[in-house]
Nanobody
Framework: QVQLVESGGGSVQAGGSLRLSCAYT?????MGWFRQAPGKEREGVAA?????????YYTDSVKGRYTISIDGAKNTLYLQMNNLKPEDTAMYYC?????????????????RGQGTQVTVSS
């Protein structure tokens, strides 16, 4: 069983930054973040694959603002979020999957954490 524990959420003003962390017990082939805002569907935000070379994925709305990274020595996944916008407000979940063919379908990942809230005010 893989455990994922998120931290780092909070409330910031538009244009601000936050860094989310996800402590994991065992690395998986794919690791990433998805988010869900009230009344909206889950949305894959960013992911990283660990097969050979680290390939990253970002949804279009966060490209150039978010950066995903992983520190294997600390068993921690990060999401650096800059230039935050009110529409980024959501619960952010860390997710992971061992299946190579899963791809970047983040909302289908096998393992997920409890989430951390990000609120961006205008």
């Amino acid at each position: 069983q893989v455990q994922l524990v998120e931290s780092g959420g909070g409330s910031v003003q538009a244009g601000g930054s936050l860094r989310l962390s996800c402590a994991y017990t065992r690395s998986q082939y794919y690791m990433g973040w998805f988010r869900q805002a009230p009344g909206k569907e889950r949305e894959g935000v960013a992911a990283i694959s660990s097969g050979g070379s680290f390939i990253t994925y970002y949804t279009d709305s966060v490209k150039g603002r978010y950066t995903i990274s992983i520190d294997g020595a600390k068993n921690t996944l990060y999401l650096q979020m800059n230039n935050l916008k009110p529409e980024d407000t959501a619960m952010y979940y860390c997710a992971a999957d061992p299946w190579v063919d899963r791809g970047f379908r983040l909302t289908e990942y096998t393992y997920r954490g409890q989430g951390t809230q990000v609120t961006v005010s205008s």
